[in-house]
């Protein structure tokens, strides 16, 4: 691929349209579901400006891996051995994968996600109240590259821009796909993998994407993904909302009592409040900060 090349559809219209605005919140918050996107053409997504991004940012805020992992992972998986500037611009071979986290530390790309999350706001809204912390991913993959089976924190959209790769989710909130205690380990300081055995992959459903192509993941929802043939780009728009952080927080107070020998009910997934377990844990963590 020309690394000044940009991949985009060529339209000065909304990113979404009325089918898809529609179809999302017939879906949201809980539904995972597909959509179509037009992201108009920018300068900003082309592998060179990504790799620029890529090195500016800071430490934290980059994640680049070797591309021919399994499923399941113990842990983090193993770098590469190249820089994340090596990764992007030639991830045609790199066998790799990158993510370039919490774009929206650039006014450029902050601007770009602003756009973005503005054009659903309503849908959003209307369910499950104020867009929190709002944050943007792009993801940069290598020919048959896999992100391993884990889950994240925040409502996401996943737009696909270049390529194509198949998501493979499972049920948000289901122990069989990820047992409580994984939930309550993440929620106080634990890795976001999870345990896989292919005995799971019967649960999973497959979200095939290709350029222009976008897949909403629900909070918490455990997934895989397989890139596709050729080189990826994708780009994620995240949020969170109230409801996500009772859910995080009933989760954590959840592993307290855990540690005192009980044996506590999992929260309950949208519209349920979890809000008793969550002012619990929030009292829990003003007692921790005074001690």
Known sequence: ????????????????????????????????????????????????????????LPETSVEYNRGNLPIGVDGKPGASGLTIGETIRGVESANSWAVLKNIEQQPDYAALLASLLDE????????????????????????????????????????QLVGSKVMTQFPAGHPRYAPDTLHESYHTGGARELVWNDDLLRGGTEYALESGEAVYVPVMAPHFVRNGPAPSISLSITWRSEWSYAEADARAFNAALRRM???????????????????????????????
């Open 120 to 159: 659903i706001r309503p849908e959003i809204e209307a369910k499950t109240g104020p867009m929190l912390m709002t944050q943007g991913f792009i993801f940069v993959s290598s020919p048959d590259a896999v992100t391993p089976y884990h889950f994240d924190p925040e409502h996401n959209i996943l737009l």
């Open 261 to 291: 020998g009980l044996t506590p009910k999992a929260p309950g997934r949208w519209p349920a409040s979890n809000q008793a377990k969550a002012i619990g844990m929030r009292i829990l963590r003003r007692l921790g900060r005074r001690a």
């Open 1 to 56: 691929m020309n690394a000044r090349t940009a991949f985009f559809t060529d339209s000065t219209g909304p990113t979404f349209d009325s089918e898809a605005h529609a179809k999302f919140a017939r879906h949201y918050p809980e539904g995972p579901h597909t959509l179509r996107h037009a992201l108009a053409q920018s300068e900003l997504l082309t592998l060179e400006a990504l790799a620029v991004l890529g090195e500016a």
